[in-house]
Nanobody, 117 residues
Framework: QVRLVESGGGLARSGGSLRLSCAASGSADSIYVMGWYRQVPGKQRDLVANISSGGSSYYSDSVKGRFTIARDNGKNTVYLQMNSLKSDDTAVYFC???????????WGKGTQVTVSS
């Protein structure tokens, strides 16, 4: 079992920055990919960025060049540095951990990010 706990959400101005953290506990060493989705009310949950245990990363087009994902395998923690924030980035951000083929997918409870214009 894996538990994911997010922190770092809040309110930022347009153009500002926030940093999200997600700490995994339990069988955290079994997680292959960690990352972030985001969701606004009434819409589907969209992938923002992810990173493998080997350091390979992916970014959605909407955040490429503005957000940076990083992972500390020793601390079982993934970070999302969000710069040049826009009002469209306002959403609940969910951390996830994927054990890979045949494994489990785990979710955090989410953290609200609100960007004011």
């Amino acid at each position: 079992q894996v538990r994911l706990v997010e922190s770092g959400g809040g309110l930022a101005r347009s153009g500002g920055s926030l940093r999200l953290s997600c700490a995994a506990s339990g069988s955290a060493d079994s997680i292959y990919v960690m990352g972030w989705y985001r969701q606004v009310p009434g819409k589907q949950r969209d992938l923002v960025a992810n990173i493998s245990s080997g350091g390979s990363s992916y970014y959605s087009d909407s955040v490429k060049g503005r957000f940076t994902i990083a992972r500390d395998n020793g601390k079982n923690t993934v970070y999302l540095q969000m710069n040049s924030l826009k009002s469209d980035d306002t959403a609940v951000y969910f951390c996830y951990g994927d054990q890979g083929p045949g494994g489990m997918l785990y979710w955090g409870k989410g953290t609200q990010v609100t960007v004011s214009s």
